[in-house]
């Protein structure tokens, strides 16, 4: 079998699980890394046994051999970066949130579009057997007309102002750093499994650390390390460590999410909970194969993922049977899955967010911005 190959850009924290979920295909080969330097992209390459490596990405985009890249860097090189790789003819692979401006994401949109070229937005959480479960017991029906969507994303790896990440950064980041990084994944989340499309929506953002201790040297994404005092500077803030949204969803259904990244304990909590007319539904990324069903005249039910139980369009992403856990690093899978199958087969279902919903994320984002600056209602 001819393995097709594929170029990682970015060898932070993403650059790890994207590497490892890659792998898992076993049609997909990671040709070549690159990263913001040359020994960078060494130890990389190294740590998982690729040998070309390069802290010039523009070389790679330049072998035909190479047909896809995942976009895995700082958010203000997304833009520049798939420009790139789109012109040079490379299906792309992007982390979210999508770009800095709606105006970048719409200019992708138009290339991805004009080259013919697979693009895909890593929405990952989307794909946990159970959150599909949920997205077609929707469709059938069994929740009747939804309601409320409400719920929370909360971390606390920024809590105390000794840490720090890129992301905290407006200039590498973007204006938005808590809602663009995990806001956009429940806004994206509540959007595909009720299909109803938000549009107005009130925002407040909070900094609760306008200063903060910037390392002096690298820091990797979620690692937790207390510097000395000689290892950092002070550093102003400008992006938020908390934010709420009241929303509409379609016409009649309303909701409300916070996101944080600031509250103790909560290592990676992304919960939802979405009611209809007829039952309710709750799901927590911390504990992903399970599925509270609420219900107004009958016991509640409390089931766990087995795909033998599930909607059959739900069950084609769990690759393991009943009992054994399928987590975050195998969403990542299941989007590369089905990326790859288009890229091998251009006549293949797009079953995977694209550059359109990168884009419609973006201008939800921009409106968050707008209603918490006018401290007021937008519609979207």
């Not at 909360?154 to 980041?173: F, G, H, I, P």
């Not at 909970?273 to 107004?296: A, C, F, H, M």
């Not at 039910?301 to 195998?330: N, R």
């Not at 990168?358 to 918490?372: A, N, Q, T």
Request: with cysteine; aromatic share 8%; proline share 4%.
């Amino acid at each position: 079998m001819k393995k097709l190959k594929t170029a990682i850009i970015g060898t932070g924290f993403m650059g790890k699980v994207h590497a490892e979920n890659v792998r898992r295909l076993g049609n997909v080969e990671i040709a070549a890394v690159a990263a913001s330097s040359g020994e960078k992209a060494r130890q990389f390459g190294e740590s998982i046994g690729v040998d070309r490596t390069t802290g010039n990405y523009e070389t790679l985009l330049q072998d035909s051999e190479i047909q896809a890249v995942h976009i895995l860097t700082p958010n203000a090189l997304h833009h520049p970066m798939c420009k790139a790789a789109l012109t040079a003819g490379k299906h792309v692979l992007c982390e979210k949130p999508f770009t800095m401006t709606s105006g970048e994401a719409r200019e992708l949109v138009d290339l991805a579009g004009k080259k013919g070229l697979a693009n895909c937005i890593q929405h990952n959480l989307r794909y946990y057997p159970v959150v599909q479960q949920i997205r077609r017991m929707i469709e059938a029906g069994d929740l009747g007309e939804i309601l409320i969507a409400q719920g929370t994303y909360s971390q606390d790896w920024l809590l105390y102002d000794t840490d720090w990440n890129w992301r905290v950064d407006s200039k590498a980041n973007g204006a938005l750093r808590a809602m663009g990084d995990i806001g956009s994944h429940w806004m994206d989340m509540i959007q595909h499994l009720t299909g109803l499309r938000i549009t107005r929506l009130c925002a407040e953002l909070a900094t609760f650390h306008k200063t903060r201790k910037k390392p002096k040297g690298s820091v990797e994404t979620f690692s937790g390390k207390t510097p000395q005092p000689d290892d950092y500077e002070a550093a102003p803030i400008d992006t938020e460590d908390f934010g709420g949204v009241m929303l509409h969803l379609g016409d009649r259904a309303r909701g409300m999410f916070t996101v944080s990244q600031m509250s103790a304990g909560r290592k990676n909590m992304f919960t939802f909970d979405i009611y209809g007319t007829k039952s309710g539904v709750s799901w927590n990324q911390e504990r992903p194969d399970e599925l509270w069903i609420g219900q107004r005249n009958a016991p509640n039910q409390s089931i766990v993922k087995d795909p033998s139980l599930l909607y059959p369009k739900a069950a084609a992403y769990a690759d393991l049977p009943g009992g054994h856990s399928e987590g975050y690093d195998d969403t990542h899978k299941q989007v590369f899955k089905r990326f790859y199958a288009k890229v091998s087969d251009a006549s293949a279902a797009v079953e995977y967010p694209t550059f359109e919903d990168g884009l419609w994320g973006m201008v939800l984002l921009e409106k968050v911005l707008e209603s918490s600056k006018k401290q007021g209602w937008v519609t979207v």
